[in-house]
C-alpha cells in the first residue's frame, strides 16, 4: 500500500507564490511517475504538471512559466514552486504518483493524494 501526503497549500493574494509537496510512502520500489492535478467544484480535474523518474516534465499551457514541478527521488517527494498565481489557479491540489510496487513485476498502480486547497484573492 503506498499513502501520498501533501502539504503547503494555503491562501495568497494574486502574484504571489506557493510551494506545494507531496511525499510517497509504503511499499514502493520506484515512483515512476508524479504529478499535480487541480479541481474547482463544477469542472473536470485537470493536469497541472508532471514529472517522470528522468526528471523529464509536462506542464498545462495555463502554468507554463509561472509554475515549476521537481522531485527529490531519494525522499520520494515532489514539489511545486506555483510563481505569480492568479485568481483562476484557486482550486483543490492533488498528487498522483504512478508506483511500481515490485522489482519484478512492471505494473504501474495509480495512487491519490486526498488534496490541499490553493485559494488565490484579487
Known amino acids: 500500500q503506498v499513502q501520498l501526503v501533501e502539504s503547503g497549500g494555503g491562501s495568497v493574494q494574486a502574484g504571489g507564490s506557493l510551494r506545494l509537496s507531496c511525499v510517497a510512502s509504503?511499499?514502493?520500489?520506484?515512483?515512476?511517475?508524479m504529478g499535480w492535478y487541480r479541481q474547482t467544484p463544477g469542472k473536470q480535474r485537470e493536469l497541472v504538471a508532471e514529472?517522470?523518474?528522468?526528471?523529464?516534465?509536462t506542464y498545462a499551457d495555463s502554468v507554463k512559466g509561472r509554475f515549476t514541478i521537481s522531485r527529490d527521488n531519494a525522499k520520494n517527494t515532489m514539489y511545486l514552486q506555483m510563481n505569480s498565481l492568479k485568481p483562476e489557479d484557486t482550486a483543490d491540489y492533488t498528487c498522483?504518483?504512478?508506483?511500481?510496487?515490485?522489482?519484478?513485476?512492471?505494473?504501474?498502480?495509480?495512487?491519490w493524494g486526498l488534496g490541499t486547497q490553493v485559494t488565490v484573492s484579487s
Open positions: 514529472i517522470w523518474s528522468d526528471g523529464s516534465t
Open positions: 498522483n504518483a504512478a508506483v511500481q510496487i515490485h522489482a519484478r513485476d512492471k505494473r504501474l498502480d495509480t495512487y
Open positions: 509504503g511499499t514502493i520500489f520506484s515512483v515512476v511517475i
